[in-house]
């Protein structure tokens, strides 16, 4: 069988060593500008494509080299370079297949724009020339001594901001608005480009061509990028390495310069650009290009570092054999072979990176969905999780269609199938109702004690913890005005009763008898209203109960201010639990459902309890705060205006406390509520939800 040609524009050169110590070369593809690492045996084989027949070019290997061939070698060659364009076309329907070949790359509108939207790169500039000029001024910033001084200027800089910390972290939440958020895009972007200029100075350097710079759009986000592929002809991996540094060293030297230049100016302009530049660059080399999660520095870094080319390939194909042998025991073949340690790590790798693209996918989805028009951004977000998370578990499980009669025949593929089956039942089987809130144990009735006016202390206040029987009195006040007022409406209405009572014996008084009696009538009602007012000054305890919260400096003859609280009377014996649900939970319960509340910390008993109301409406205000997330309860809350608003609808729950709480003494106790609730299927609530968010915002 005849062999197609290679493209004469093809390079080779020496690479380095491979982890197992036997040589590489790069395959270099000018056209395109990419690069192929390849083996011996790979070199060997493409050394004796002139040959054009299989069975000529594994003799030639047999005799010729120490190396063995076979026919199936020299057919994955061949596939290989079939696969990247690296063979010449022949034939007279040769454009018509490159035609297909390219559509068949472009794919559809629809391919394109799953592509596209979220990544694609607009080449902008040809800088290598303009490097080269360029790079006797640059080698200054490379140079030893920059180092030193960029070190210094670190190291003075992260002591003046430890010194003025209060000043900075200030100047940050200064700049969360508008305005702040602009700047930090023009800072971003400023810093991205001298990022780039890194990159490319560092490969200029090593003697690499920087064919390209442009801007990238990522969801619509412009950054900056740089064609650094040439530095894959270089041999050793330090030197890749440097050059996949470079961005995040010069992004840490304007950083460093930039802090210090804080440190040291005065308040203006230029030290607003100075934070600006010294925290963009923090953050964004901290929180972008240092992830290995994604195809950024951080990611060439560890290739480069590891010596492992396709690290995310190469570690995503271990992961996914691992995990076919641990489900189903195939007892395949490695794709590749490592050390137990490195084995291990590549596969923790893979799944920290299948997590972290997942989460970030998901993410990108909400993104778009609500910064796009809404028919566009629901298209978008089924896109992104159709095509980011879905296709590739269809591909897995598509991948073991031509194994199932190896998986149908293995134990553990039945074993797995089984734990599968039970984590299923698990989501999709009832379950008991168990609501697990914080709430807050407390007597069932109190009465507070205060002041109705300013008044004075008359007797003797009652001890903490004091016992009032039913009727007595707590504490009696005297207030000088009503007093004054109750002995003149007395004299009043005792002078009234006489002139009636004498009206008989004297002609005049006789015709004035019926205005006497409207007038004393009215002054008894006076005096009445006014004894019912006096009486708020002596309370009563309408139960037989306990004094607490008592001012320990209070004493007789003090001067209490209006509306002041003196005590409070805590009725013996009867106790109730108060906690809030949302509105899924407070569904699931019902007056007379039983439940369990133990204090904080387990030092009280626990107790029994029984569902007595469940409130019709939503709590608007938060009487407890003691059940706010502020205060370590489960309510997410927001303050305004002084008060504590639930962030969702919450319903006040009352539940009676069945046993008797002796250890507790008459106070408020904060704890766990457990409520038997319903039965309830555990996915159906997450599936009800996306159901309602889905016809929420498709209009329907």
């Known amino acids: 069988m005849s062999l197609p040609a290679l493209r004469e524009e093809l390079s080779l050169m020496p690479g380095a060593n491979l982890p197992d110590g036997q040589p590489s070369w790069t395959l270099h593809d000018p056209v395109r500008n990419r690069y192929y690492k390849i083996d011996w045996l790979t070199l060997v084989i493409l050394q004796r494509w002139w040959m054009d027949d299989i069975d000529e070019i594994v003799g030639a290997i047999a005799i010729e080299t120490t190396l063995h061939a076979e026919p199936a070698d020299v057919e994955g060659v061949r596939t290989f370079l079939t696969d990247n364009e690296l063979l010449q076309r022949t034939g007279g329907d040769n454009a018509r297949k490159m035609a297909d070949r390219l559509a068949a790359m472009q794919g559809t509108a629809f391919n394109w724009l799953v592509h596209h939207y979220l990544f694609f790169r607009i080449p902008l500039v040809r800088p290598d020339r303009w490097l080269g000029r360029m790079l006797p001024v640059a080698e200054f910033f490379f140079s030893r001594k920059f180092l030193l001084a960029t070190l210094a200027a670190f190291g003075i800089g992260l002591f003046e901001v430890a010194r003025n910390w209060d000043s900075f972290s200030a100047s940050l939440m200064d700049t969360f608005n508008l305005a702040g958020f602009l700047a930090y895009g023009v800072t ?37 990028y740089t064609d650094t592929n040439d530095t894959w002809r270089l041999t050793d991996r330090m030197q890749r390495l440097q050059v996949a540094t470079a961005g995040i060293a010069t992004e840490l030297m304007i950083a460093s310069w930039a802090t210090l230049a804080w ?22 080399t901290i929180a972008i290009n240092a992830s290995p999660f994604m195809r950024f520095d951080g990611y060439f870094i560890l290739s480069d570092w590891l010596d492992m080319p396709n690290l995310h390939e190469r570690s995503f194909a271990l992961a996914r054999w691992h995990l076919r042998e641990v489900l189903f025991d195939l007892r395949e073949d490695r794709p590749e072979h490592f050390s137990r340690r ?28 609500h910064f796009f028009v809404k028919a566009v951004g629901i298209l978008l977000f089924v896109i992104e999780i159709g ?18 009669p190896v998986i149908a025949s293995r134990a553990r593929s039945r074993r797995s199938a089984i734990i599968a089956g039970a984590l299923v039942a698990l989501v999709f089987m009832p379950w008991p109702g168990r609501i697990g809130v914080s709430g807050v144990l407390k007597p069932a009735e109190t009465v507070p004690i205060f002041a109705p006016q300013g008044a004075r202390v008359e007797s003797a206040p009652p001890a903490e913890g004091a016992t009032i029987a039913a009727g007595a009195e707590v504490l009696r006040l005297y207030s000088p005005d009503l007093a004054w007022r109750r002995a003149g409406l007395k004299a009043k209405v005792d002078r009234l009763r006489w002139q009636a009572a004498a009206a008989g014996l004297d002609t005049d008084t006789r015709s004035r008898l019926q205005s006497l009696q409207v007038e004393l009538a009215t002054a008894e009602a006076e005096l009445t209203s006014l004894e019912e007012e006096l009486s708020l000054y002596s309370p009563k305890a309408p139960w037989p109960g306990v004094v607490r919260d008592v001012d320990p400096d209070l004493h007789r003859g003090q001067w209490v201010g209006r509306k002041e609280r003196i005590a409070i009377l805590v009725k013996q014996g009867a106790w109730v639990v108060e906690t809030y649900l ?14 369990r509340f133990s204090t904080d910390g387990g030092g009280g008993p626990s107790l029994s309890l029984k569902v007595m109301g469940v409130d019709a409406d939503a709590t608007r205000v938060l009487p407890n705060a003691m059940l706010a997330t502020i205060h370590g309860g489960h309510i997410i809350v927001r303050e305004k205006n002084n008060q504590v608003i639930p962030e969702q609808a919450m319903y006040r729950v009352t539940l009676a406390v069945e046993d008797k709480p002796a250890a507790l003494s008459t106070q408020a106790w904060r704890g766990t509520v457990v409520i038997n609730g319903t039965w309830q299927v555990p996915g159906w609530r997450y599936l009800r939800n996306a159901l309602a968010i889905l016809v929420r915002e498709s209009g329907m």
């Not at 299948?354 to 998901?362: G, K």
């Not at 949302?582 to 439940?595: A, C, L, N, Y």
């Open 342 to 369: 490195k084995e291990i790590a590549l596969i923790l790798f893979a799944w920290g990176v299948w997590i972290y693209r997942l989460v970030l996918f998901l993410g990108i989805a909400v993104l778009v969905y």
């Open 387 to 404: 095509w980011f998370v879905l296709k590739p578990l269809k591909q897995e499980i598509m991948a073991w269609k031509p194994r199932w």
């Open 188 to 224: 971003l972007f400023g810093v991205k480009v001298f990022h780039e200029l890194g990159h490319a100075f560092s490969a200029k350097r090593l003697g690499c061509r920087v064919p390209a710079m442009g801007v990238a759009f990522l969801v619509m986000m412009p950054v900056a």
């Open 263 to 284: 440190a040291l100016l005065p308040d203006g302009a230029l030290r607003s650009s100075a934070f600006f530049l010294a925290t963009t660059s923090w953050i964004a």
């Open 582 to 595: 949302d509105e899924e939970e407070v569904k699931r319960i019902s007056v007379g459902d039983s439940g």
